[in-house]
């Protein structure tokens, strides 16, 4: 039985460029088209793979994704007795302060992807600004201090100190001003060159330029004054007296200041969301000032400043203005994906972009701007997303464009189940109801035997919590293989 298909006339040898009716087979068409689906996939110059179907699902993004929340689990978890991992005290970064950056260039990647094709406007902001409440929620539920963590088998917060914000709040913050630019904000304009990719997407940097004005100059010119926190007193049991705390005043009266005391982030987050809804273990406490331990937590040296026991977020109001600038850099990445079809030119492009961003932050560090991820500082966002612009690029050239997918698999596993390990590993929910079943104490549980048997095998505390959180990652990354071949994720 015949059939017909539509091919060039220079497929089948002719001189002609029109189109004509060609009667073949089936299985000779069928293999027609197999062989031209894989001749496809070569560039121009038949040096190397084209980019992929634009249905095809991006391996590279979900591996990176996956990436960063093992890296979050790996700093959080072991950071504790590996100070050279942990977040930094204040200014510089280590490789903690890497997570946020790369999680908010991930949403703004994955933003370009989902909105490229947007035909009902109305409908997409319905469903951007739904999703943008659900994820601050649930941030607030995981974070907001409802759940004590390890080592506590109690859970409910006063909502008289409930955090407002935390890691899942700003990425809602961001992924809300980036999904609101690129649905309204995008031209129709083709785009065939450089200018056309420049014009189209214009307006989206103007609104990232603004915000990040307006987060500099906010920064640098308003004024701290000087300001006032409580310090409950604490019985010998390690619980707040009712009626037993201190006041105390911190001076500052200043403009500019990047300091822990008297930075213009905690004066807005102090009288916007008040000192009871900030985050109480801020990263200053490790400072030389604030800790005899530092660059670990540890006792109030005899001449600690008072600022040192005041509460401060790290994800806070006027940072988070500045974070959401990482997915409008991630959103650039996006354009570049879905605006040039070649695996070199795309990867050349994010090459470019990614070294601009870490030698122009470079020269803000140098010119007096530290990197400094408690502020998430102008410098710092710039150092960050270019990191994360190059790690991506290189997960996309062995993933997408070379094939070397496998030694990946478990972090790409990890990706497509990202929010539920969040949840359940990085926020400790699932060690904490493990360790809700016990013998005879609370410490006699799974949890604290099984790390104790690392560090009994390894004969050293600190290398055994790396083995124990080591093998933790490999655990979560099974299930999440696990959940990915039964086709179930956890999605908001």
């Known amino acids: 039985m015949g059939s017909y298909i539509l091919l060039r006339d220079e497929d089948i040898n002719s001189a002609d460029s029109t189109y004509c009716m060609v ?15 894989s001749n496809s996939k070569l560039d121009g110059a038949g040096n190397g ?7 095809q699902r991006l391996k590279s993004l979900d591996i990176f994704r996956g990436l960063t929340v093992a890296l ?26 890497f997570v946020m950056p790369f999680f908010l260039f991930i949403v703004g990647v994955a933003l370009a992807l989902v909105y490229k094709n947007v035909s009902d406007k109305v409908a997409a902001t319905q469903k951007a600004i739904l999703r943008t409440i659900k994820i601050f929620i649930l941030g607030i539920i995981l974070q907001g201090g409802y759940f004590h963590g390890l080592d506590s088998l109690s ?7 409930i955090r407002w914000f935390g890691v899942l709040q700003r990425i809602a913050i961001g992924y809300f001003l980036a999904a609101m630019c690129e649905i309204w904000l995008t031209s129709n304009g083709v785009v065939d060159s450089f200018l056309g990719f420049a014009r189209k997407y214009c307006i989206q940097w103007v609104v990232a330029v603004l915000l990040s004005t307006l987060y500099v100059g906010c920064l640098y010119g308003l004024y701290v004054p000087d300001w006032q926190f409580e310090v409950p007193a604490i019985n010998f049991h390690g619980t707040s007296l009712n009626n037993g705390s201190t006041m105390h005043t911190v001076k ?44 670990d937590y540890g006792p109030l040296p005899s001449n600690a400043p008072v600022w040192c026991q005041a509460p401060f977020d790290p994800e806070g109001l006027l940072s988070s203005i500045m974070a959401s600038v990482t997915c409008f850099i991630g959103l650039h990445f996006g354009h570049i994906l879905v605006n040039f079809k070649d695996h070199r030119e795309r990867i050349l492009n994010w090459i470019i972009s990614s070294l601009v961003l870490i030698l122009f932050g470079i020269f803000l560090d140098l010119l007096g701007m530290p990197l400094n991820k408690a502020l998430y500082t102008f410098s710092y966002m710039c150092i960050t997303s270019g990191a994360a612009g190059l790690l991506f690029s290189a997960i996309y050239f062995f993933v997408d464009m070379s094939g070397y997918r496998r030694p990946m698999v478990l972090l790409e596993w990890m990706g497509l189940n990202a929010l539920l390990i969040y949840a359940l590993a990085a926020c400790d929910l699932f060690a904490a109801a493990i360790q809700g079943f016990y ?16 560090e009994a095998v390894v004969h050293s505390k600190r290398w055994g919590k790396l083995a124990y959180v080591l093998s933790g990652i490999f655990f979560w990354s099974l299930v999440a293989g696990l959940l990915h071949m039964k086709g179930i994720y956890m999605k908001l």
Not at 49 to 55: E, L, Q, S
Not at 155 to 161: F, I, K, R, T
Not at 439 to 454: G, H
């Open 23 to 37: 009667e073949e087979n089936r299985s000779d068409i069928e293999s027609e088209l197999a062989k031209r689906l």
């Open 49 to 55: 793979p084209k980019a992929a179907d634009a249905k």
């Open 72 to 97: 979050m689990i790996l700093v959080d978890d072991a950071g504790g007795v590996l100070p050279t991992i942990n977040h930094s005290p204040w200014n510089g970064v280590t490789i903690a302060d």
């Open 155 to 161: 859970y409910g917060v006063d909502l008289v100190h």
């Open 252 to 295: 500052c009266g200043l403009r500019g200041s990047l300091g822990p005391p008297c930075n213009a982030v905690r004066m807005i987050d102090y009288s916007v969301l008040g000192v009871n809804h900030l985050y109480q273990h801020p990263v200053y406490k490790r400072t030389k000032e604030c800790s005899v331990n530092s660059p």
């Open 439 to 454: 013998w005879k104490t609370p410490q006699n549980n799974v949890v604290t035997v099984v790390e104790a048997l690392f």
